[in-house]
């Protein structure tokens, strides 16, 4: 398994994925953002997942945190809500169908959950266990020592666990109703501080 195995999609909605993303985000959240693409491809590999809708995978996982940047933060809603109509309105602009919109939205909110039934949803699975793996450390060992260090390579973590840590604190202090609180209660600053993937690059 290696990073050619997962070619970006070559369409008008992935390419302003990753220019929203660079243009807005800080360098350590758009390399996490892209971390939690590739796991969520190589963990779609090893748990056997085939029908996968590749170009929305790639658009909900560049945009997942989005919304806590300061030009899209919502002072109501839950960071994840926010990015994700973010990434309802890029998607509109490049001619999805209201479903399929309404798809990304929902993947992007549910990577937020604590776990999420494959079978209902298999993008919103693989966001979750992906991000779950980037930030909390879960499933290491399910993806090759060699891809892992591939891909922490091509897009290192950097300032990562302080950047997000600090964030989740601010959105759990602003927005004590959404996901963020459990996030924060639940210790992901010690979970990224302790996380694997930080001993491998």
């Not at 996982?61 to 109509?85: C, M, R």
């Not at 309105?89 to 992007?108: D, H, N």
Request: charged residues 25%.
């Amino acid at each position: 398994m290696q990073i050619s195995d997962f070619p970006v999609p070559e369409t008008p909605a992935a390419r302003g994925a990753l220019e929203m993303a660079q243009t807005y985000q800080s360098a350590a959240i758009t390399a996490h953002a892209l971390r939690s693409w590739l796991w969520a491809e190589a963990f779609a590999r090893v748990d056997g997942i085939d029908d996968v809708d590749h170009e929305l995978l790639y658009v909900a996982a560049v945009l997942h945190d989005i919304g806590t940047v300061a030009e899209y933060d919502n002072h109501t809603l839950s960071y994840e809500h926010a990015g994700g109509h973010v990434a309802v309105a890029l998607t509109a602009g490049a001619g999805w169908p209201a479903p399929r919109r309404a798809r990304v939205l929902e993947v992007i909110v549910r990577h937020n959950w604590p776990s999420v039934d494959r079978a209902m949803d298999a993008e919103g699975y693989l966001l979750e266990i992906a991000t779950g793996l980037d930030i909390s450390g879960a499933r290491p060992e399910d993806l090759p020592e060699s891809y892992r260090r591939e891909v922490l390579a091509a897009h290192p973590r950097g300032a990562l666990a302080a950047e997000f840590s600090a964030c989740i604190a601010d959105q759990a202090a602003r927005k004590p109703d959404t996901a963020a609180r459990r996030l924060h209660e639940a210790g992901i600053a010690r979970k990224l501080a302790e996380n694997p993937l930080a001993r491998l690059g």
